[in-house]
């Protein structure tokens, strides 16, 4: 049965944090382009090139659960303000590094990983802000309009965007990242919040020690059955998934024969497909319950492991990516929308902190199973084992999605 879906009012607030996110988005892409570049100017190591990937990635698996209980503890527009100009801090001293030509690998890597712990803290807490600002109903809509601009801004636009700056001169990308992030901290310091309500039965004015409150978010996590079961089916599908993404570049290269031109040609399917999605996310939210989108989206996934196994041409990559672009960020904005809907707001960053975890520990263990699976079984084995575990799990969980979907906080 659908649901009846009422015409969404997203109102001023949603407006100056959808624009902060759009134009945080164009500087994050152009770092995404150019701090590959970047390092990869100042070394030949492979290692030291992954290495660069994995420090910004590493935070969230040691700062995520502290930057949830903060989110959940203070003002969470000024946490968001006062971890980006700390990231744009951050940003300017390796620019003024790069223009006085005293750059190099050590300096780079140090950089990246403040930057990702910055984003730890500033990440966490811009997703708890969508639920404060707009009903319920809305949401979805909320979410979709948000990961528009992620993938419009982010993936589209910025790269080639941050690859052009770079090629001009190396610190042009940095700045232009600078000045992004301070022009989102303008547009977020517009957003009006209502103050976060205690813990029930808690007092604003006793101490409350960190470990206290990270205890708390997690058993709550773990009594709230639908929201328990949503976060361990990201963690694993980012597991499933992360395994044959991590060696795609391989599997086009070698396998399909595509050429780096071909391997650029399947993300921009992949991101061409995602926003087809998210532009059609409204339409299918009213003609569809979320159980069934998630349903259909979840059953992509799997055939889509199988559809890229057995695949021989990369044309017929081109459109795997494609359907995959589409039907993976309907998931993201449904998955996101119900876990919003299901958290009462005093947990939303805690919660949200744990499925960051949950996304980011996929993608590194699916990663390390990809890249032993390729090397040993050829560059096929990946698509099979998240074939499998995909599936597998898809079958544990299915009965569970309807009541996933609909449940709202307490």
Known sequence: MVE????????????????????SNIGDGVALAAGPLLVASQTSSAML???????????????GLWAGVLADRLDRRRLVIVANLLRAVVV?????????????????????????????????????????????????TGNARLQ???????????????????????????????????????????????????????????????????????????????????????????????APWGILVKYSLDYLHMGPVGYGLLTTAAAVGGLIGTFSYGSLERRWSLSALMKVCLTLEVLFHLALALATTGWAAMAILFVFGAYSFVWGTVSNTVRQRATPTRFQGRVGSVY???????????????????????????????????????????????????????
């Not at 009846?4 to 134009?23: D, H, I, K, Y």
């Not at 990663?367 to 050829?378: K, R, Y």
């Open 92 to 140: 300017a001293a390796l620019c003024a590094v790069i223009v006085t030509g005293h750059v190099n690998i050590g300096v780079v890597l140090a950089a990246m990983l403040l930057m990702g712990v910055a984003e730890v803290f500033a990440d966490t807490t811009s997703q708890t802000l969508l639920p404060m600002l707009v009903r319920p109903a809305d949401l979805g």
């Open 4 to 23: 009846a879906v009422a015409p969404a009012r997203m109102g001023t607030g949603f407006r100056w944090l959808m624009s902060a996110s759009w134009v």
């Open 356 to 410: 960051m975890m949950c996304v980011f520990g996929g993608i590194v263990v699916g990663n390390a199973i990809g890249g032993v699976l390729a090397e040993h079984w050829g560059l096929t084995a990946p698509m099979w084992f998240g074939f499998v575990g995909a599936g597998l799990t898809l079958v544990l969980v299915w009965r569970q999605l309807a009541h996933i979907a609909h449940a709202q906080a307490d």
């Open 49 to 63: 090139v992954a290495l660069a990937a994995m420090l910004q990635r590493l935070p969230w698996l040691v700062f």
């Open 148 to 242: 528009a601009g992620f993938l419009t801004a982010n993936q589209l636009v910025g790269p080639p965007l941050g690859a052009a700056l770079f090629a001009a001169g190396a610190a042009w990308p940095f700045a232009a990242q600078v000045l992004t992030v301070l022009l989102a901290v303008l547009l977020v310091s517009k957003v009006v919040l209502t103050p976060v309500p205690p813990a029930d039965g808690a007092d604003p004015a006793t101490p409350r020690k960190v470990r206290h409150d990270i205890a708390e978010g997690l058993r709550w996590i773990w009594t709230n059955p639908p929201v328990r079961t949503l976060a361990l089916v990201i963690l694993v599908f980012n597991a499933t998934w992360a």
